[in-house]
């Protein structure tokens, strides 16, 4: 038998990928594609390339898109599931003229800031462009998003979408229309109440959004205004918060599984209870002289 090629390092590629796109230029007669030059500000970072409208939209979205495919996916697990970039493409195709010009206002705007900062900023090197992502990369400036702690060492809890609002105060509703749903039919396939809100949702217009959708602004202000005031968590920190957390969730859980077994003990013997009681309160009746 033959011996395995051991596979090619990155770099690599990435030369033999340039080298034959040089190739295919020349054969045409054509220049090789330059590639895009970077960037960097004043504090020596690289300035953020501009954004389509699409990726704009898809920015706003992301959230709700997960929770929706989530909600499908839990309500039918033997669906093939959907990648949330196919249902953004979709949801973007079926947008029309009016639907997409806010993204693009963004997308404008998004680009005026792009070639403003690199007016004023320094051209790098290709050298200097990688030097600058591995020390990015190293200090962890791309990496988890940070947790932040209020002044009494509580977590800040995360801000909800508009979607989350809404299953929120209507998940109760949606539960008891289920179980009578059910219970009128119970030959039928049980719907699940992620799914059914998930429906709901989509069938909401954007008069019917309005109101989740300001409450999903207000809390996300809540959340920023707090974290500003907060103090960042370190892993360490998080994890020492969350096992805490998780300690005082167990002791709660064996303190009410205690009284619910105290509570069924008590019940169990309330005939024996009762008859004993019973025997010292019956009434004595006097002998006739």
């Known amino acids: 038998k033959k011996a395995k090629k051991a596979p090619k390092a990155p770099k690599e590629k990435k030369e033999k990928k340039e080298k034959a796109s040089k190739k295919r230029a020349a054969d045409d007669g054509a220049e090789p594609k330059a590639?895009?030059?970077?960037?960097?500000?004043?504090?020596?970072?690289?300035?953020?390339?501009?954004?389509?409208?699409?990726?704009?939209?898809?920015?706003?979205?992301?959230?709700?898109?997960?929770?929706?495919?989530?909600a499908e996916q839990a309500a039918n697990p033997e669906a093939e599931a959907v990648k949330e970039m196919c249902r953004f493409g979709e949801e973007w195709k079926a947008l029309d003229e009016e639907g997409k010009k806010k993204y693009e206002d963004l997308a404008a705007e998004d680009k005026t800031r792009y070639e403003e900062a690199c007016a004023a900023g320094t051209e790098l090197s290709a050298e200097e462009v990688e030097e600058i992502k591995a020390a990015e990369k190293k200090s962890g400036a791309k990496g988890p998003k940070l947790t932040y702690k209020d002044s009494e060492g509580n977590l800040i809890k995360a801000p909800c979408s508009a979607y989350m609002h809404y299953s929120s105060e209507n998940r109760t509703r949606v539960r008891e229309e289920l179980a009578a749903e059910q219970a009128a039919n119970p030959e039928a396939e049980k719907v699940k109440d992620m799914a059914r809100l998930a429906e709901e949702w989509k069938s909401l217009?954007?008069?019917?959004?309005?109101?989740?959708?300001?409450?999903?602004?207000?809390?996300?202000t809540r959340y920023e205004e707090a974290c500003a005031a907060g103090t960042a968590v370190s892993d360490e920190e998080l994890e020492a918060i969350k096992e805490e957390a998780a300690e005082k969730k167990r002791n709660a859980t064996k303190e009410a599984k205690k009284k619910a077994e105290d509570a069924a003990i008590w019940k169990k013997n309330e005939k024996t209870r009762n008859a004993f009681m019973g025997f010292f309160t019956k009434p004595t009746t006097k002998k006739a002289e």
Request: glycine fraction near 6%; hydrophobic fraction near 25%; charge should be positive.
């Open 205 to 220: 217009d954007e008069e019917g959004k309005k109101k989740y959708e300001d409450l999903a602004a207000e809390d996300k």
């Open 35 to 70: 590639k895009k030059q970077k960037y960097k500000d004043a504090s020596g970072n690289l300035i953020k390339a501009p954004v389509s409208a699409y990726m704009h939209y898809c920015g706003e979205n992301r959230a709700r898109v997960r929770e929706e495919l989530a």
